[in-house]
């Protein structure tokens, strides 16, 4: 079973900066799409970032463009967010998302999140 792992997450003031990262385990093919969700208390689960295989296709949410960055490691099939000039609003559980298909159907896994804290 692939399990996706997310660290970086904690508390930081309004113009800080934190790194997430997200690790996958026992995975033996690589992800299509890679990417990165939040999810605020009383709100949606929304995108935040995510990146075709190669880095081809990226998509930001509107909210994060020119504040956020997401990139890829192929070789170790992880994925990161780097997250500038953070906002109070940018509080909220982020969670990994990996997603495709191959010859035996679709996947989507995620992982189990971390809390991103920003005060202001």
């Known amino acids: 079973q692939v399990q996706l792992e997310e660290a970086g997450g904690g508390l930081v003031q309004a113009g800080g900066s934190l790194r997430l990262s997200c690790i996958s385990h026992?995975?033996?093919?690589?992800?299509?799409?890679m990417g990165w969700y939040r999810q605020a208390p009383g709100k949606e689960r929304e995108l935040v970032a995510e990146?075709?295989?190669?880095?081809?296709?990226?998509n930001y949410a509107d909210s994060v463009k020119g504040r956020f960055t997401i990139t890829r490691d192929a070789v170790k099939n992880s994925a990161y967010l780097q997250m500038n000039t953070l906002r109070p609003e940018d509080t909220a559980v982020y969670y990994c998302?990996?997603?495709?298909?191959?010859?035996?159907?679709?996947?989507?896994?995620w992982g189990q999140g971390t809390q991103v804290a920003v005060s202001s």
């Open positions: 998302s990996a997603r495709g298909r191959t010859l035996r159907g679709s996947y989507n896994y």
């Open positions: 026992r995975s033996r093919f690589r992800f299509d799409v």
């Open positions: 990146s075709g295989s190669g880095g081809a296709i990226e």
